[in-house]
């Protein structure tokens, strides 16, 4: 009997072990990780801090990612959207793109394969957002903010809003007029 208590306690430290020695993360435990020693980076008067809002696994491709979340930094407050594939058991960070409420940057798009169009919206007449002909995956962050994104296989497709009356808008990446308007502040 104390042979077979022996086998098993070597055997149970041995997957123990095994088990330590591993650098498989799972995809959330992964972006924690990373965005924790993000926080690293920052002194305490900044405040820092984020919040992990909407992860999909196997978006494009089985192994791969996507993470959106808000981030407190020196910019004040920012939601992003990150891509990230799986490759030989490890997660890697592909691609991010940030965006802001009220700015004239009204959405953007990652510049590699695969495109994602992201967005803020803080407008709550906009009902649907389509990136060439795909509608967007709208997320509901708080009151009357709200952040869109679609994976594409296309570079450089135009992005429409349909509003709650039904009109479309044809929506550029930057809005001309609110950026002028924010030079000229900027200048006073």
């Not at 995956?137 to 009151?143: A, P």
């Amino acid at each position: 009997m104390k042979i077979n208590k022996k086998l098993i306690l070597i055997i149970l430290t041995g997957i123990t072990l095994l088990a330590a020695c591993t650098n498989d993360y799972t995809f959330e435990d992964f972006f924690h990780k990373k965005m924790e020693e993000n926080t690293q980076e920052y002194d305490e008067e900044v405040q820092y801090s984020y919040s992990l809002i909407h992860q999909e696994e196997n978006v494009v491709h089985s192994n791969d990612a996507l993470a959106v979340f808000t981030e407190n930094n020196l910019q004040g407050e920012q939601i992003f959207i990150a891509y990230f594939e799986r490759e030989g058991g490890h997660w890697n960070w592909k691609q991010t793109r940030g965006a802001e409420w009220d700015t004239p940057v009204k959405w953007s798009a990652m510049h590699e394969e695969p495109y994602i169009y992201s967005g803020a919206i803080s407008d709550n007449s906009i009902k649907e957002v389509y990136a060439g002909q795909m509608q967007a995956k709208i997320i509901q962050i708080e009151e009357d903010k709200r952040f869109w994104y679609v994976i594409s296989r296309e570079k450089d497709v135009e992005v429409k809003m349909v509003m709650a009356d039904g009109t479309e808008k044809i929506v550029e990446e930057i809005d001309e007029e609110m950026l002028k308007e924010w030079q000229d502040k900027k200048t006073e």
